[in-house]
């Protein structure tokens, strides 16, 4: 499986950024998409993550109203829109798709199969 992350940069605060992740890999059949994040000296955490059939949703509260994340299925990619971004926001983003249909979406061990990452930097 593969996953290529795109759409990070340096941003202003209030401003706003796209983040893409798309996913392949052959008769891989992919059950949902997760973002998480790593800002330097911390943990990665949970941001946002949807299930492929059905579209569910799910947010961490840091980021409830600001970001959205949605999928193009014929395309097996999932977009995670960022609006209103804060300093606290910066980080690097990683996408990730589990191995197996119904899984935790919040909890990191549930994943599977990692993208590269890709650095947001807001600037205050």
């Known amino acids: 499986v593969q996953l290529q992350a795109s759409g990070g940069g340096l941003v202003q605060a209030g401003g706003s950024l796209r983040l893409a992740c798309a996913a392949s890999?052959?008769?891989?059949?992919?059950?949902?998409m997760g973002w998480f994040r790593q800002a330097p000296g911390k943990g990665r955490e949970f941001v946002a993550a949807?299930?492929?059939?059905?579209?569910?949703?799910y947010y961490a509260d840091s980021v409830k109203g600001r970001f959205t994340i949605s999928s193009d299925n014929a395309k097996n990619t999932v977009y995670l829109q960022m609006n209103s971004l804060k300093p606290e926001d910066t980080a690097v983003y990683y996408c990730a798709v589990p191995g197996r249909r119904w899984v935790d979406l919040v909890n990191v061990a549930s994943y599977d199969h990692w993208g590269q990452g890709t650095q947001v930097t807001v600037s205050s």
């Open positions: 949807i299930r492929w059939t059905g579209g569910s949703t």
């Open positions: 890999g052959g008769t891989f059949s992919f059950y949902s």
